[in-house]
């Protein structure tokens, strides 16, 4: 097999050059914010603050702390299902989290937080947190590509998926003033189809070549199984982290928690009932159960009761899992869409249903329910929004998830364009999903386990079931 070498010249100075670029912009736009820096002293003195409790970093930073795990560790495991794309699974993950949460300070901070007066961006423990969420939407489009793209073609990715974020989160959040607290349309919806609009602009239909590859074994599952268990139980903090101190945040957590819990329920059911002879699939577990967050993600701070939380968890399992049934292969076969760890079942569609469940209870909220004070705080219905009512909240919730749908689906197609130009050294449609081609490889007589020895057992699958 022909090995691409491209990688000695292009991946060095892409990470030297936009490393350097990164500690300039930083030098001229990045400042700390008045909690993280030394002036701190003197505002506590100055609004007679008498303990460091109330600085924000205690409040968020457990909250950063869960959400940086669900981005380095969740995500990376996730994606090492492959039988030898393991190595490129959670480490390109970390190559593409590393550089995307630099370049997302500035980009955010450009949008968000740029100060008029000295035009610095000022940042503090929030400002991480949204990086964290930023990047969550290029690393949900390494999805889409994973084992078929280079690792420069990912930091063109990157650079280009976070800059459209930026973009579509100022006008979804700063001029439509849509809540979306758990991202379902910001951060899954716009980087699920960003993801898989690459993915169709790059379709190798040689792809076959690889068949064999193209599936996992026995102990790869078990280390995907990790990130899917990191990200169940962390789920909860990514939906909260930027949520109304309080109310909000506790509702946001208890919304996800339930949501999270019955997802894995309906999951294991469908799974065992399309299976011969009621057994279970290890993809179907590895994500559909996750697709409650997703869903919750906009209503996850809204009052959408604990039972409704359920409801959304039991519908975005169901549709999930038979997402992997029959509408991965469908898109792969007829739409030509590889969609190799199926974020348009885990990401795309509970993303577009959180959305939908978002605008349907922003458009029932009513003062019976929330209070008057617990309406206007829920939905920010003050100075720029302050004569909205809940039904025209709702109408522009609806449009937050268009606009997360147009940006996802023209910025892929832009995108994708751009990374089919043959000057990335991306691997011959022969060398996909194989680490050797990218990383140096220890020898291992025992890397794949003979399917003799699994009869009965489906380990080794076609991407058309992933």
Request: proline residues 3%.
């Amino acid at each position: 097999m022909t090995k691409n070498t491209n990688i000695r010249i292009s991946l060095p100075a892409v990470c030297f050059v936009w490393q350097i670029a990164m500690i300039i912009l930083f030098g001229v736009f990045i400042r700390y914010n008045e909690e993280s820096d030394t002036h701190w002293i003197e505002l506590k003195r100055r609004k007679n603050i008498s303990t460091h409790l109330e600085n924000d970093f205690y409040y968020r930073y457990p909250s950063f702390q869960d959400v940086h795990v669900m981005i380095f560790v969740g995500f990376g495991f996730l994606m090492t299902f492959l039988k030898r794309y393991s190595f490129g699974g959670v480490g390109f993950n970390f190559l593409i989290a590393a550089f995307g949460i630099q370049w997302a300070l500035l980009m955010q901070g450009w949008f968000h937080h740029l100060d008029s007066d000295d035009w610095k961006i000022k940042i503090g423990i929030e400002n991480l947190i949204n990086a964290d969420f930023c990047v969550a939407g290029c690393l949900i489009a390494y999805g889409a590509c994973l084992g078929k793209v280079s690792p420069v073609q990912l930091m063109v990715l990157t650079l280009f998926g976070v800059t459209l974020f930026a973009v579509e989160e100022y006008i979804i959040l700063e001029l439509l003033h849509v809540k979306d607290a758990g991202g379902s349309m910001v951060i899954h919806t716009f980087g699920a189809y960003y993801g898989l609009t690459i993915s169709w602009i790059l379709y190798r239909p040689l792809l076959s070549q690889t068949k064999h590859l193209q599936g996992s074994v026995y102990h790869s599952d078990v280390f995907a199984m990790i990130g899917t268990l990191f990200l169940w139980m962390f789920w909860p903090s990514f939906n909260s982290a930027i949520a109304d101190h309080g109310d909000g945040q506790h509702r946001a957590v208890i919304n996800t928690y339930l949501a999270l819990a019955s997802s894995v329920l309906t999951t294991f059911a469908i799974s065992s009932l399309s299976q011969k002879h009621g057994k279970l699939d290890m993809v179907h577990i590895q994500n559909a159960t996750l697709a409650g967050g997703v869903a919750m993600g906009t209503a996850s701070e809204f009052m959408i009761t604990p039972y409704g939380s359920l409801i959304v968890g039991f519908c975005s399992g169901i549709v999930s899992t038979l997402g992997y049934l029959f509408l991965t292969p469908f898109m792969e076969k007829t739409l030509k869409i590889q969609d190799t760890c199926g974020i348009h079942n885990l990401h795309a569609m509970p993303g577009v249903i959180g959305g939908i469940v978002g605008a349907i209870t922003a458009a029932s909220a009513s003062e019976s329910v929330y209070g008057k004070e617990g309406l206007i705080n829920t939905f920010d219905f003050k100075d720029a929004t302050a004569n909205r009512t809940a039904s025209t909240q709702g109408g522009y919730q609806a449009a937050g998830l268009c606009v997360a749908l147009a940006f996802g689906l023209a910025g892929g197609a832009l995108v994708g364009g751009i990374l089919k130009l043959p000057i990335w050294g991306d691997p011959a449609d022969g060398n996909c999903f194989d680490d050797e081609v990218y990383w140096e490889v220890p020898e291992d007589e025992d890397d794949d386990i003979p399917a003799s020895r699994h009869p009965d057992m489906n380990h080794v699958r076609n991407m058309a079931d992933v």
